[in-house]
């Protein structure tokens, strides 16, 4: 997800998906662990995209 698609989303958006983003991350990992991944820059991918969802709303908090 881009960051600029993640600026147009509403604050309860960016809750819902951060939530969706967060269980297939965890999902991912326990995948890995148990039979290593086909293409393990998947985990590199959503991680950085949670932390993109919560980068921007912790920036909204503060506004």
Known sequence: MKQSEIRELSTAELQEK???YKKQY???KL?????PLENPIQLRSARRTVARLAT???KRELQ
């Open 26 to 28: 965890a999902d991912l």
């Open 56 to 58: 921007e709303l912790t």
């Open 18 to 20: 951060l939530g969706d």
């Open 31 to 35: 995948a890995h662990a148990i039979q």
